[in-house]
């Protein structure tokens, strides 16, 4: 019975929506007919340019007001000798956009409302002009190519070698955090290969490398005020991004790809906490890429020191090298370096466990 009362409420209200179709129809043959001309003109003509004016004038005011209330906000310090540079050519860069936004704003909304239709009005066809193609092609062209090779150039600087003596550090980015690597007492790197990672071999030194076997691996990432640091940048799964707004750095961390980005910084993090007023502030190193679910949550600590405090720290963590603190690894060094990688590591170790991880390695 229910689904007989529903089948029949449906066939009413049908046949109530062709009636008002029907109805409306025979309206329209009756209303006396508008001009061709006029036919197709909305009531509110007059009124809906009016409202596009208006939307000009409060978007423009609205969005000035914002950058000046908001400047501090969204525009943190500087703290780098590139950052400058940078900070410079993006303020270029925005003035000219915006310039050439409100213009045009300008010209697209005050068209509409200029040449709202009027039944006096009459079109004018204009169908090309060479010299306005000349100038809105070449004008453009000239300016961004003048921002684009300003850009590159800077770009090519900070992301090519790095000067003389700058302090080394390697930078990885994992679903979802970082992890860093500092050369030894040698002053070089070791290398590495993807297919020693492991839960623990997280960064996948080869230590069949005997550049490798002072490295350490601290768990922030420490650096001289005033002193070049080139990032060695690499990704262990999916593409990350090396990012501090206060440094203005950014460069993404690729599988498979090794980049590289070199700056100097130029306030350390206790000038920074005095600055602020904030005596927790830390730099922090976040990744902007989306790189999955965890993405939010990957940020590391950036740690800007005085070059003596720095120096003490580094001597401190040269006696903490990786090889000394996962001593098991030493079964993956050749026979030949074993000896050699425990002097350089530092591990602490009798002479029959050096036998016995000798021959273990050799089985």
């Known amino acids: 019975m229910l689904n007989l009362i529903i089948v029949v409420a449906v066939i009413l209200v049908l046949a109530v929506l062709v009636t008002v179709f029907r109805v409306t129809n025979l309206v329209d043959v009756v209303k006396p007919k508008k001009d061709d001309a006029d036919a197709n003109v909305p009531s509110g003509n007059t009124a809906q340019g009016v409202l596009m004016v208006l939307f000009l004038v409060v978007g423009v005011i609205g969005f000035f007001y914002y950058s000046k209330t908001e400047f501090d906000t969204y525009n943190l310090p500087i703290t780098s000798e590139h950052g400058h540079i940078t900070e410079r050519l993006f303020w270029i860069t925005m003035v000219i956009t915006v310039f050439v936004f409100i213009v045009t704003q300008i010209f697209l909304f005050g068209f509409s409302f200029k040449y709202r239709y009027k039944k006096e009005n009459k079109a004018h066809f204009y169908p090309?002009?060479?010299?306005?193609?000349?100038?809105?092609?070449?004008?453009?062209?000239?300016?961004?190519?003048?921002?684009?090779?300003?850009?590159?150039?800077?770009?090519?600087?900070?992301?090519?070698?790095a000067p003389e003596g700058s302090e080394i550090v390697e930078v990885m980015g994992y679903q979802f955090a970082w992890a860093f690597r500092y050369p030894g007492k040698d002053g070089n790197l070791g290398d590495v290969d993807f297919r020693?990672?492991?839960?623990?071999?997280?960064?996948?030194?080869?230590l069949s490398d005997r550049r490798g076997h002072d490295d350490f691996m601290p768990t922030q990432l420490v650096i001289p005020k005033g002193k070049p640091v080139l990032l060695k940048i690499r990704g262990r799964d999916v593409i990350h991004s090396v990012y501090n707004p206060h440094f203005r750095m950014q460069m993404n961390a690729v599988p498979g790809m090794p980049t590289q980005f070199w700056f100097v910084p130029t306030v350390s993090t206790a000038e920074m906490r005095e600055q602020t007023g904030n005596p927790d502030f830390n730099y922090e190193l976040v990744c902007n890429k989306i790189c999955g679910k965890s993405h939010f949550g990957m940020k590391g600590i950036i740690t800007v020191l005085e070059q003596d405090e720095y120096d003490s720290w580094y001597k401190e963590q040269q006696e903490n090298t990786w090889l000394k603190q996962n001593p098991d690894y030493l079964a993956q060094v050749p026979n030949d370096l074993k000896e050699a990688a425990i002097i350089a590591s530092g591990i602490e170790i009798i002479e029959d466990e050096v036998n016995s991880s000798a021959q273990g390695s050799s089985k």
Request: net charge neutral; hydrophobic share 50%; charged share 20%.
């Open 128 to 161: 090309h002009n060479n010299k306005l193609e000349m100038i809105w092609t070449i004008v453009p062209a000239v300016v961004l190519a003048w921002l684009i090779i300003s850009g590159l150039k800077e770009w090519s600087k900070i992301t090519g070698p």
């Open 196 to 206: 020693k990672i492991d839960a623990i071999n997280q960064m996948g030194l080869d």
